[in-house]
């Protein structure tokens, strides 16, 4: 078995895990983006990966609800902090917590409420014969400095910065 990291007290996300979640949505035509530390992990951000984080919408939402049943901890239903607003559910396969959110919004520094997260645009990963739809390093960058997480934020630009060069 694959595993991303390895660190003692802490939950492996593993590279098995995340191939079967895409084998199991692509075969049920659900909608869905990997984001988070995973998906920066595997565009080559220095950090370690806690969990899966999924961007969907409503309708695949509820299809994962059905599909992952025997693993979910929390199921999908609407959630709004002063931050964050989505419609949030919470599995764990394997060890491994994965957490979708649907229709996925942050507050703006304005008060605004950001774009609906999955309407931005997808790029493709290959993990394996798996192929991983990913927000790119740029969109999340962005995000993350409007979230005010600078320190995620400075790891990304790094990186772009480096396939710059």
Known sequence: MG?????????MVSEKVLKNLAEIFEANGVFWILSGS?????????????D???????DSAALIDALLQDYQIQKSAYSE???????????????????VMADFQYRLKNGDWS?????????????????IPVLSLEQELKEYRNLGRMETADKIEKVINEKVA
């Open 38 to 50: 995973t998906s920066f992990y595997l565009q080559g951000v220095e950090i370690t990966p806690n």
């Open 3 to 11: 595993v991303f990291y390895q660190e003692t007290g802490l939950v």
């Open 52 to 58: 899966i984080d999924v961007l969907t919408d409503i």
């Open 81 to 99: 902090t002063e931050k964050y607003r989505s419609h949030f559910g919470v599995y764990e396969l394997d060890g491994v917590r994965v957490e």
């Open 115 to 131: 774009e609906i997260n999955h309407y931005h645009p997808t790029i493709f990963l290959n993990l394996g014969s798996s192929r």
